[in-house]
């Protein structure tokens, strides 16, 4: 079972950047989805960003767009998201997360994934 392990999460004022990494080793197969979910005390899991392995588009919550970047370096087996702009509404234990599921890399499929780290988290002061 292949565990994703995330790092860079921290504390920021409202308006700040911070980069999230993943460390994902061992997939097997050609083609997963990659991508990041995250969730606050007393609210469902949220997607926020995916990507295939393969490449291609990247998708992203509604609320994210303009604001995160997703990103992925394969020869490090490292998935990024780049977070700017953030705001109080952002503070939340965000997860990488991945799966091969076919065609579907939707956000809304992230919380579901099979593979998961234990999360970093994202705190931002106002």
């Known amino acids: 079972q292949v565990t994703p392990v995330e790092s860079g999460g921290g504390s920021v004022e409202a308006g700040g950047s911070l980069t999230l990494e993943c460390k994902i080793i061992g997939l097997t197969y050609s083609s997963y989805c990659m991508g990041w979910f995250r969730q606050a005390p007393g609210k469902d899991p949220e997607g926020v960003a995916s990507i295939f392995t393969r490449g291609g588009p990247t998708y992203y919550a509604d609320s994210m767009k303009g604001r995160f970047t997703i990103s992925k370096d394969n020869s490090k087996y490292t998935l990024y998201l780049q977070m700017d702009h953030l705001n109080a509404d952002d503070s939340a234990m965000y997860y990488c997360?991945?799966?091969?599921?076919?065609?579907?890399?939707?956000?809304?499929?992230?919380?579901?994934?099979?593979?998961r780290g234990q999360g970093t988290q994202v705190t931002v002061s106002s």
């Open positions: 997360a991945a799966d091969n599921l076919g065609p579907d890399c939707s956000t809304t499929a992230v919380p579901a994934f099979a593979m």
